[in-house]
């Protein structure tokens, strides 16, 4: 059969690749489209002129050629592919007729996926000459395919550099037909454009089997730009247009990485009072401080330092390359600023800060370690004082973990009844025990007795004094109830803190419970310190008034150690002060002190107040004390403080001592 069909033409079938130049009328016809091996046809004028009107899209033609002198239907499949040359395939069967007109409209069919496709579509050689550019690639560039093919898209599209690069990418990939993707830059009449190109290799499927480059291109130039601005919203502070938490902990990264030998440090501060100031001016004010505050910060900052808000009033500055020195200079520098004011319209605030630092590599080798660290260091700088800062050391991290093991055993000690309270008699000038003091203990099953040094401060901060306090108060008054039933009638103080105050729920329990024991009275006395009267001196006013109408009395703890003025004496109803222990200590040989004790006891008097003095520890400390008008003392001369049943037992001996 295939015998008979090559002897119906004089042309080979492995002649399936034609040529044409615009200067000669001739065909050439080859096996592998080169010039080896060719054959060559006169054209008519007429059959040359269809064949030129082919353009850069593949199309076909069906024409007689007299090959040696008879005339063969040929069908021509191709298009120009460059200014002066067209090229392409042959068909010399004898049904060529019958099937060209499904293979033209199959063509007409993939030309048209091509040209209307919604990316860019470039088809090169291996030399990187354009073979095709559709019209999408035309309505970017304002070129037309026509002008473009055979050129190099080296020279029209990209600098030396960029040719340099995506030749070594187009050489790798006809050398190893691994497809991949690369994003570029592309100068189009709309400006640059930045497009994802994913590029394939795909063989041309005839005898020569040439391989070419298929270039798809995507516009992502808008969706790389919301991307952009996704990622500075996602790393910036929407309030003060600072880096964020997110943008610090990169940045501080990428500061080590590149550190070598050099120290990377971090100033972290959180300021003093902001709270409280949102909560009395609003969050709309509060923002506005959060951006003044900014301001002075970086105003305190050199060149190469980097300021962050992390949230809330915390903020970091980042220096790279730097030393403890001058993170310690840094630090002062803050300091000093934010001990000025700040005026928002018309209102005037200040707020300080607690500074902690830390350094890479000695303080932590990542972001998170050494910002944890100068948390901690910070931390430590508050229990100083306020307006300070302090370096971290590695000791500190023990504060973190007892703080972490208080968070989880104080909570299971109020639930499990781990705590105890412990009882304090105070003597009146007189001899004689009115009143005790009532003080915390924990019994924890890990560390045995624990005093509440160890662990109020905290239960403050974490705002489980308040639970606390409850249970301590109630407690108290059942206790009470126990005595008054055996004939012991005894007032009993506790400790508020400023917290407790507006807890509104525990003056509820606590006039409950008396009602529940049938007191008729209220045995209890208040404990303030002075701080608690300042902090929200009308809440503080109220609750005293309260409580006062409950029958409890009001005591001024710490009298002369804190910020309290005369003034607040005739203020608020207060019905004792207590003298702090640091007035009462060695007051026999310390006329300072005995000077201040007597100006405190002469102010008191006036005002119709009690005076209690604690820490008690030598007779001849209270006999100046009980010599110049003190009520009551209190210490370890007299007693320390014991279990309820142990008091019960002190109690009875020094009555029947004090009888005799």
């Known amino acids: 059969m295939m015998k008979q069909i ?38 008519s004028p007429e059959q040359a002129g269809r064949i030129r009107e082919m353009t850069a899209i593949t199309s076909s033609l069906l ?41 033209a409209q199959e063509l007409s069919f993939a030309e048209q996926i091509i040209s209307e496709a919604s990316s860019v579509i470039a088809i090169l050689d291996s030399q990187g000459k354009i073979c095709r550019f559709n019209r999408l690639c035309e309505e970017y560039t304002g070129l037309k395919e026509r002008d473009v093919i055979g050129q190099s898209v ?56 040439e391989i070419f480059l298929i ?86 900052l050199g060149e190469d330092q980097l300021l962050a808000r992390l949230g809330g009033d915390e903020f970091v500055v980042l220096a790279a390359h730097t030393s403890q020195g001058t993170l310690e200079a840094v630090a002062s520098r803050i300091l000093t600023r934010l001990r000025q004011p700040f005026r928002i319209g018309l209102i005037e605030v200040y707020t300080g800060c607690a500074i902690g630092i830390s350094l890479a590599p000695q303080h932590g080798q990542d972001s998170e370690s050494i910002i944890r660290n100068a948390d901690t260091a910070m931390y430590n700088a508050k229990e100083g004082g306020r307006g300070q800062f302090c370096v971290f050391s590695p000791e500190m991290n023990q504060r973190v973990f007892d703080y972490h093991w208080l968070d989880t055993n104080l909570r299971k000690a109020l639930e499990n009844d781990q705590l105890l309270i412990h009882y304090q008699p105070k003597i009146t000038w007189r001899g004689e025990v009115r009143s005790l003091e009532a003080l915390v203990r924990w019994q924890s099953p890990e560390r045995g007795l624990i005093p509440p040094l160890e662990f109020i401060s905290y239960a403050e901060e974490s705002g489980l004094i308040v639970p606390l306090g409850r249970w301590v108060i109630l407690d108290v008054v059942r206790q009470i109830a126990k005595w008054r039933d055996k004939g012991i009638n ?30 008729e009275y209220c045995p209890i006395d208040v404990e303030l310190t002075e701080s608690c009267l300042i902090e929200n001196d009308t809440l503080a006013l109220s609750v005293i008034q309260q409580f006062s109408q409950l029958g409890a009395q009001i005591h001024l703890d710490d009298f002369g150690t804190g910020y ?23 007051i026999y040989k310390q006329p300072l002190s005995q000077s201040l004790v ?49 008091f019960e037992r002190w109690y009875k001996r020094y009555q029947t001592k004090k009888m005799r």
């Not at 000669?24 to 592998?32: E, G, I, M, Y």
């Not at 007689?64 to 069967?93: C, D, F, M, Y």
């Not at 790798?172 to 290799?201: C, D, V």
């Open 63 to 103: 024409i007689t050629l007299s090959i040696e002198k008879q005339a063969t239907a040929v069908h021509l499949v191709g298009r120009k592919i460059n200014k002066r040359e067209w090229a392409g395939s042959l068909a010399t069967w004898p049904d060529t007729p019958a099937v060209a007109p499904t293979l």
């Open 598 to 646: 007597r100006a405190i006891v002469a102010v008191a008097q006036a005002l119709n107040l009690q005076v209690i003095a604690e820490g008690v520890e030598h007779a001849k400390e209270d006999a100046f004390l009980t010599k110049n008008g003190v009520n009551e003392r209190q210490g370890f001369l007299f007693a320390k403080p014991m279990p309820a049943v142990s």
């Open 490 to 519: 005894l007032r009993v103080a506790v400790n508020f803190s400023a917290r407790q105050l507006a807890d509104q729920t525990l003056f509820t329990a606590l006039k409950q419970v008396l009602h529940d024991l049938n007191f």
């Open 564 to 586: 309290s003025s005369l003034s607040q004496l005739a203020r608020f109803p207060i019905d004792a002060v207590k003298l702090d222990q640091a007035f009462v200590r060695d």
């Open 6 to 43: 090559q002897e119906q033409t004089a042309l080979s079938p492995l002649h399936s690749h034609w040529r044409l130049a615009d200067d000669r009328n001739v065909l050439h016809l080859s096996p592998t489209g080169e010039t080896d091996a060719e054959k060559t046809v006169e054209l």
């Open 154 to 209: 080296f020279k029209l599209f990209m600098s030396r550099r960029e040719a340099a690069a995506s030749r070594r990418y187009i050489e790798g990939f006809f050398r190893n037909g691994n497809a991949y993707e690369i994003e570029r830059w592309i100068k189009t009449r709309k400006g640059q454009r930045l497009f994802l190109f994913r590029n394939k290799f795909v063989h041309s499927g005839s005898g020569k089997n």
């Open 215 to 300: 270039c798809a291109g995507t516009d992502i130039t808008e969706e790389r730009r919301a991307q952009e601005r996704l990622r500075i919203l996602a790393n910036t502070d929407t309030i003060t247009g600072l880096p964020n938490r997110n943008a610090i902990h990169e940045f501080i990264n990428n500061a080590i990485a590149a550190a070598g030998e050099s120290q990377v440090g971090i100033v972290y501060l959180d300021l003093d009072n902001f709270k409280k100031i949102n909560d009395a001016y609003g969050h709309m004010f509060g923002d506005q401080l959060l951006q003044a505050v900014s301001l002075a910060l970086l105003s305190c």
